[in-house]
């Protein structure tokens, strides 16, 4: 059954800083915005890629990290109120019989607007898979790259793959639950925060777990199955009897399904009207690092001012009815109201 | 002209133009080779990930701590693995060979 569509005047796939920007320079205009992000936080890149890395280019704001960035933003649209969507991925695009648009999401948020603006950067964050050969058949069933249940991991035989937090968090959850579980890690140093590792390391002296260090380099079993992977170190080669792994190798940018909803691409990008940044589809703009145009530059600076443009066009599919004065923040009563400064 | 040499992954090698100052890795990209570097340069992901010819791992400064972590979300990873756009290019490493790591 479909959820109950959630009815709003513009729906914004990407919450990095060119979508939050988005939502500035939309709700001057009187459009009120949801935004969805694969991502479990908001920022995009500068959370997920950056968030400690200074970025010295926006303008009047010499130094800040992509976190500060984030911040920042959150704290400029916040009277507009945006609504956010996280941890799915916008999936489906329809167009409704009255012109407007249907986004549904990976776990079943229907959203409905007269607007939609893909700001989705490279892509959605999705975790990195294995390639190795098998691995796709156990997808789901014998290897997994995220935990949505912890009890599908009871009773299992498990290999944990990764030296990051998710790595060691998991290991630290699931080792009470599992029949037995082995973590393995190129290298005899994580990169998770000291307290997990230095918990994972009793786990390890007590001999409630194994640490192999190593690198997966195969899968054995027959079909979907697992009995066991292959371990690869400057030692040789070693084979580790499991039945399920579950592999934490961080995330990689991918299009993802946005690539099928008809809008004119270029070598992966979106191509967009350069005064509007309206695609080939009405309704449907693109803004930041997704577009492709003449001069196009991937800066955070410049989705900021393709943000503004798009606001301005977007307003007549929101708003027909009304005629839209340009203002300025400084000195409209009006624009200070919607602030919640005057 | 100095010069770097880049082996795609079908094995085939490049001979690049290489110019001093830039990373390794912005002269595999400019040059059109496939290469990811989807964080642009600033060591936060590891989708620039090259093997150094062994000859040439000594005249390259060491990775630093943070590269090293970096390197945990690449694939694949050897004794001679590195981030090329850790690498910045000079005089001295005309004729540096890489070889292009698998995509992950």
């Not at chain 1, 648009?101 to 007269?114: I, K, N, Q, Y």
């Amino acid at each position: 059954m479909m959820a109950e569509p959630i009815r709003t005047d513009m729906v914004i796939v990407g919450a990095g800083p060119v979508g939050l920007f988005a939502v500035f320079e939309a709700g001057l205009v009187n459009i009120k915005c949801e935004l969805v992000d694969n991502l479990d936080k908001i920022g995009g890149q500068c959370a997920e890629l950056y968030p400690d890395k200074p970025i010295y280019d926006i303008p009047a704001v010499p130094r800040c990290t992509g976190q500060q960035l984030t911040d920042l933003l959150l704290e400029q649209i916040k009277p507009f109120a945006p609504r956010f969507h996280l941890s799915q991925q916008a999936e489906r695009l329809e167009r409704l019989e009255d012109g407007r648009w249907r986004l549904t999401t990976s776990v079943g948020t229907v959203l409905e607007a007269p607007t939609i603006v893909v700001a989705a950067g490279a892509g959605s964050f999705v975790p990195r898979r294995l390639p190795l050969p098998g691995a796709d058949e156990r997808e789901g069933r014998s290897l997994f790259y995220a935990v949505r249940r912890m009890d599908d991991f009871r009773d299992r035989h498990l290999v944990i793959a990764g030296g990051g937090d998710s790595a060691l968090d998991w290991t630290l959850n699931l080792q009470p639950l599992a029949a037995s579980l082995a973590l393995v890690h190129r290298r005899d140093d994580f990169r998770a925060a000291p307290d997990s590792v230095a918990k994972m390391r009793e786990l390890v002296s007590s001999g409630a777990i194994d640490l192999h260090i190593g690198q997966i380099t195969g899968l054995n079993g027959s079909g979907s199955t697992l009995d066991s992977v292959t371990i690869k170190s400057p030692k040789g080669e070693a084979l580790i009897p499991c039945d399920t792994l579950l592999a934490f190798y961080g995330l990689r940018m991918e299009l993802g399904p946005l690539a099928d909803w008809g809008l004119n691409l270029e070598k992966n990008l979106i191509e967009v009207d350069l005064a509007t940044f309206e695609t080939s589809a009405p309704g449907i703009f693109a803004i930041g690092d997704i577009i492709t145009s003449p001069g196009k530059l991937k800066l955070i600076l410049s989705g900021f001012h393709e943000a503004a443009l798009m606001a301005q066009k977007a307003h007549r599919y929101v708003h027909p009815e009304e005629r839209l004065v340009f203002r300025y923040t400084t000195s409209s009563t009006d624009l200070q109201k919607k602030l919640g400064v005057a | 002209m100095a010069g770097i040499s880049v082996i795609d992954r079908d094995g085939e090698e490049h001979a690049l133009e290489a110019t001093p100052g830039w990373s390794v890795m912005e002269i595999i990209r400019e040059n059109d080779l496939p290469i990811e570097a989807a964080c642009g340069g600033c060591c936060a992901c590891a989708t620039c990930h090259v093997y150094v010819d062994e000859p040439w791992l000594a005249k390259l400064e060491a990775a630093s701590d943070e590269e090293d972590r970096m390197l945990d979300e690449a694939y694949q990873v050897q004794e001679n693995s590195r981030l090329s756009c850790q690498i910045s290019f000079h005089e001295d490493l005309d004729g540096l060979k890489v070889t292009l790591a698998p995509e992950f």
